[in-house]
T-cell receptor
Framework: EAGVTQSPTHLIKTRGQQATLRCSPI?????VYWYQQALGLGLQFLLW???????NRGNFPPRFSGRQFPNYSSELNVNALELEDSALYLC?????????????FGSGTRLTVV | RKEVEQDPGPFNVPEGATVAFNCTYS??????FFWYRQDCRKEPKLLMS???SGNEDGRFTAQLNRASQYISLLIRDSKLSDSATYLC???????????FGSGTRLLVRP
């Protein structure tokens, strides 16, 4: 079974540009979560998508947005990039049923803003 | 106050040592609890869920005290390969959103 896949692995952008990050969940998983992990910091919850809808978002400005497609893959968009957006962006997926087993992360996209 | 608090460490221990990590959480309505492991510059991976009765998986034992809002992880007979950051994780609300502690770093030396 393929795991959660994210692309690209690395992304370098200049300040003010837009970045698009992609995530494909485990087959059969309908929920996708996005997290940001800045260097030396913990994982911060960004967004939750389920069944194509945004269900919850963390304490991030509106320039962080995304969507979920009918096949449950997801895209995270970061507009007007700032230097402090440099971080590892992690996507995770979970099956629709309540689980005691946490969820599975992809290997992340490392975004560098210069 | 952070929702999930951990001692950042690092814990520097010799191979074969027993080491314990502690974690506290602030929301008494928290529903599920986990320990994740994160290697340097990699994604977090689920180490084990934590059940109210406590649970063990090989050399790893997790305990939960709901009254004190306290979670622990015990690692026995430490291996070099146990060197990593250990993340205490809590699931609180109906969104199944995981709240991560900032992690405790473990270094196991030969």
């Amino acid at each position: 079974e393929a795991g959660v896949t994210q692309s690209p692995t690395h992304l370098i952008k200049t300040r003010g540009q837009q970045a698009t990050l992609r995530c494909s969940p485990i087959s059969g998983h309908t929920s996708v979560y996005w997290y940001q992990q800045a260097l030396g910091l913990g994982l911060q919850f960004l967004l939750w998508y389920d069944e194509g809808e945004e269900r919850n978002r963390g304490n991030f400005p509106p320039r962080f947005s995304g969507r979920q497609f009918p096949n449950y893959s997801s895209e995270l968009n970061v507009n007007a990039l700032e230097l402090e957006d440099s971080a590892l962006y992690l996507c995770a997926s979970r099956s629709g049923t309540y689980s005691l087993y946490g969820y599975t992360f992809g290997s992340g996209t490392r975004l560098t803003v210069v | 106050r952070k929702e999930v608090e951990q001692d950042p460490g690092p814990f520097n221990v010799p191979e074969g040592a027993t080491v314990a990590f502690n974690c506290t959480y602030s929301n008494s309505a928290s529903q599920s609890f986990f320990w994740y492991r994160q290697d340097c510059r990699k994604e977090p991976k689920l180490l084990m869920s934590v059940y109210s009765s406590g649970n063990e998986d090989g050399r790893f034992t997790a305990q939960l005290n709901r009254a004190s809002q306290y979670i622990s992880l015990l690692i026995r007979d430490s291996k070099l390969s146990d060197s990593a950051t250990y993340l205490c994780v809590v699931m609180t609300d109906s969104s199944y959103k995981l709240i991560f502690g900032s992690g405790t770093r473990l270094l196991v030396r030969p």
